[in-house]
Each structure stands twice: as structure tokens, then as C-alpha cells.
């Protein structure tokens, strides 16, 4: 099946029970038993449930998976999978990564005794430097958040084959419909399904995708264990937001286009961040590995110190300020006070997380308006 289809119809079936085509809202914690241990294969709804499993089976197949994992959160499948490693383990990770990451790497599992070494992969050789024995896992955002680095993934996955480490690729900011990583070679992939996938800002959840059975069973395990697994009204939720998810994206690459080429002759505006520009330094592998370049696109202002970039992100009318992103609104963001608050100053501005530097998911409302919005909230 294509996309359309399987966004619409995978891991979805009408309900044997009556008949709604719709998957229903299994609202239930525990499962009857004939006898013990006698069921049909739902016995208590941290570990399974049928409303979030149909979504796994759907969000699995837009990926090209055979298994996927669906969390209360893209935080919690990011723990999940560092939760396979032990002390002593090290991870390759970017220098240019979404904040909470940075912040679960650094705050959280380094305690536990692992190593995260920060790179800028955008030539994935660096990693053979930093590769050693101890090295388990590569964990690549690609594009970047917010400066839309863009990452050979069958480059970085050929290294991480030879040497026998996991690759997980975090495909928030592209989504399955233009990006799908184990295609290319990596072993998992990672959502935040609050963005694209979900669509409309009205859920947080995560997610995890792979072909790897053993992989499957041990996340489950920590799944089932941990239990961050996300209920079935959110499930149901993203079950309905994601049977347009095509649609979305289609119209939110048309849009950021237009906002790319506007910005990028704005006189106020010193640089924008987007892959689809023939100038941006990874264009051609952008263009190799995904289908179309997506709605996510940041500007530096020019000469605009803090307060006056505070003074044009608080000015927009129809783009709301807020974190998140790829929702059917459009939105702004300020990454060094807002989603990037968490990453050391000196570190961000390697980064390119200047204080100048705004955010925006180009959401789908009429071109023309986004247009206006963004004149006026510059001038
Ligand atoms: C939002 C986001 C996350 C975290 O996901 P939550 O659903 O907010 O926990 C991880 N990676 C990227 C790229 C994100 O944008």
C-alpha cells in the first residue's frame, strides 16, 4: 500500500464487536479472562491496548516498520531506548539537537554512568573519530532543531552497521511522510507524535519504529516495565489526526516554501535556515533522502539585539507564540529562552542558537495571510 492508503486504513479494521468503522476508544485498564491466563492477547492496558495498538500498526507502517511503540510522550521514548544501555556504555550524538534531549542525556542518564560525546555530524566521518568499543548507540536528529542541519543517514548507518552500533534517527521535524529512516539503513526510529504526526497540538506522545524483532521485544520490555504508554483517548486522538497526515505535510511544504523564498529577500532578515534552499550546505543529501523539505524554517534578525527580537516574536497575529511544533496552526518560537532554555548558553551558540534567532512552524492556513503576518510582525 502507498502512504495515503496505509495513513488512512493500516492497523485499522472496522470493530468486530459491531462494526464501527472508526477504531473505538477502548477506555479500559484490565481485560476478562476465561481462565487464567486464557484471553485474547489484552490482559491489562500498560502493556497492551487495543485503541494504541492500532495506531502502533499504523504509525509502524508509515515508517516501512514491522513494529512500533507508542509513549506517553517523545521524552518517554527517547528514555525507553537509553534505557537498553548500561553504565560505562557511550553514545555519538549531534551538537545541534532538540533541547530536551540534550537535557535527558546530560542531566538525566549521564548520572547513570553514560558517556554522550556531541558532534557535528554534518559530515559523518567525524564519527570514526569518536567511535570506541564502548560505543552502543548513535542517536541523530536530521534536520536539525532549530538550525535545519540536514544528516546523511545512509552514511551515519553504514558506519554504525560496521561497527555494530545502534543507529536511531529522531524524524520529528521531517515526519514519516517525508523521511523514513529505516529505509536508509537505521536500526530505529524516534517521534515526538505531539508534532506532525498528531497534527493539531491537542496531545503529547511519542513513539518508536523498527524492523529488529529482538530490538521490538527488548523495548517493549522496558515499555511494559516503565510503563510511560500513552491512554486510549490520546491514541484514538492521534488515530484520527494522522489519516491526513499527507495532506498536511503537502500543504505545509507548499507553504514553507513560500515563507523560505520571503523571508529570504526580506531586508530585515540576515539568514534563513531551510533545506530546500540550493545553498544550504546539505542540500543534495536532502534532497536524496526526503521527499519534499517541510514547514520548519528559522531566521536570524538582523542587528536585532534580545529586546528587540523579543519585541517581533511578541507581534505576530496570526502565528502564536509557543513552544512545539507542526501543528495545523502556524507557530513562532524563541529556541534560546524556549525550547533550547536547557542547553548552556556557550554550547547553544556553537550551535547556532543565537539570541537573534526565531523559530517558525509554517503551519497550513492560507499563504497570504502567513505572508502578511510575517511583513507586519517584521516591520
Ligand atoms: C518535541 C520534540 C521531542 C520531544 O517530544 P515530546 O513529545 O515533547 O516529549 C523530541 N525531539 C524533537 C525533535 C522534538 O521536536
Redesign the pocket.
Known sequence: MKFATKAIHAGQHPDPATGAVMTPVYQTSTYAQKSPGDHKGYEYSRGTNPTRKALEDCMAALENAKFGLAFA???AATDAVLKLLKPGDEVITGNDL?G??YRIFTKVFANYGIKFHFLNLSDPEIIRHHISEKTRLIWI?TPT?PTMQVIDIRAVAAIAKAENVLLTV?N??ASPYLQNPIDLGADLVMH?V??YIGGHSDV???ALMTNNEQLYKDLWFIYNSCGATPGPMDSFLVLRGIKTLHLRMQAHCANGRRVAEFLQNHPRIEKVYWPGFEHHPNHHIAKAQMRDFGGMISIVLKNAGLQETFKIASSFKVFTLAES?GGVESLVNHPATMTHASIPREEREKAGVVDNLLRLSVGVEDIDDLLADLEQALN
Do not use: P
Request: proline share 0%.
Open positions: 510522550s517523545g521524552m532538540y530536551g534531549s536528529e532543531n529522531d520529528t521535524f515526538s505531539t508534532k503529547v506522545m511519542g511544533l
